[in-house]
């Protein structure tokens, strides 16, 4: 823009309004994030938290997309904050802070009644962002999120956290501990030692981890778990070409009797619960530990490698086998997902029960 011809009256007036519209647009993008939510939409899209779908499709910094989810759940909770929003009364930085000590709260189990969190906004409301840590920190000091991380260059990042007098005695003990090893290290000599130790740990015991969890989780979710066997087969056969728009859940029931009876192992019972080591181990390669769930949309799989669980494309309960034809592993948000998407049932109740969002 060129602003030679303007004056000095105009630059002000024009700025005003120019924040003044980027508040309606913040609150507006609120209202998207809160319906992408309801909907699942980041689930079906093939991301497995409403965060990776607004870094990796939205663009957001990964603080940026924490803060308007934040703030999101908030306004949500409390739709009569939007016109302080709007006024600048109150910004997205303080929402979320309020967001994530309320959320710290309740870990601690304190939690707020409704009267009790509108007395809360009303302390912060005008406040800048250091003034509502420090009316926050008076009400509950270790409620205050301190934790940062900060981008110095492609290879380092700054980690700021408090520590508590009970993980500083726990780092003293493993600092003697691996005193032989790592004479005075600095914090992040001492932390990259750790975490060293623990991959180890981790890949060692991993296999029986996973198939302990795999045991489990078949039991637990075999009466509300149906997977879309065109999913899986595109997996399997990544140049299958997938056409469907949406997912249609009815096509989960359609496995190929061929696929279905291939095989066929003579000791396993023909509807028996449990899932074979030799059957988990080929599903954990097959998946590379990684959510098969693939958006018929946009043929993206889902990059989630955490809370897997194995699962019947063909609901146990309806009569699905336990046959490796019919597994798959999906993160739990898809799990979920299909789950919703076939018996119809929404899974967030809080967010289900609020009035529908005008996004005009
Ligand atoms: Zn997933």
Do not use: W
């Not at 932390?191 to 623990?198: G, K, M, Q, R, S």
């Not at 149906?226 to 056969?237: G, N, P």
């Not at 070409?241 to 003579?266: G, W």
């Amino acid at each position: 823009m060129n602003f030679r011809s303007f004056t000095n009256d105009a630059i002000e007036h024009g700025a005003k309004e120019a924040v003044g519209k980027e508040r309606l647009a913040t609150t507006r993008v609120l209202h998207y994030l809160q319906e992408l939510e309801n909907r699942k939409l980041y689930a079906e899209r093939g991301f497995p938290t409403l965060h990776a779908y607004c870094v990796q499709v939205l663009s957001y910094s990964t603080a940026a997309a924490y803060r308007r989810i934040a703030a999101m759940r908030l306004l949500a909770e409390m739709p009569s904050l939007e016109e302080k929003l709007n006024s600048g009364e109150l910004n997205l930085s303080t929402l979320s802070t309020v967001q994530n000590f309320l959320v710290q709260e309740e870990k601690n189990k304190k939690k707020y009644s409704p009267e009790e969190k509108i007395q809360l906004m009303k302390a912060i409301n005008g406040k800048s962002r250091r003034e509502t840590d420090r009316i926050l920190t008076a009400i509950s000091p270790f409620a205050v999120p301190q934790e940062r991380e900060r981008v110095l260059t492609p290879e380092l990042t700054e980690i700021r956290f408090v520590a508590s007098r009970e993980l500083l005695e726990k780092l003293d003990r493993l600092k003697n501990h691996l005193s032989h090893k790592i004479p005075n290290p600095t914090y992040a000599e001492f932390f990259e030692e750790l975490a060293d130790l623990a991959i180890r740990k981790m890949k060692l015991n991993e296999k029986e981890q996973i198939e302990k969890q795999s045991e489990t989780t078949n039991i637990r979710s075999e009466n509300t778990s149906i997977q879309s066997v065109s999913a899986k087969k595109k997996i399997r056969d990544p140049q299958g070409t997938q056409t469907s728009d949406t997912l249609n859940p009815t096509q989960s029931f359609r496995i190929p009797p061929a696929e279905k009876n291939s095989n066929s192992e003579p000791h396993l019972p023909a509807q028996s619960r449990y899932t074979r080591k030799k059957d988990r181990r080929a599903l954990r390669e097959e998946s590379q530990g990684q959510c098969t769930f693939i958006d018929p949309k946009t043929g993206r799989r889902c990059e989630s490698k955490r809370f897997l669980q194995i699962e019947h494309c063909e609901p146990y309960a309806l009569g699905g086998s336990n046959h490796l034809s019919n597994l798959r592993i999906l993160c739990g948000t898809h799990n979920r997902l299909l789950a919703s998407q076939i018996f119809k049932v929404t899974q967030k109740v809080k967010t289900e029960a609020k009035p529908p969002v005008d996004l005009k």
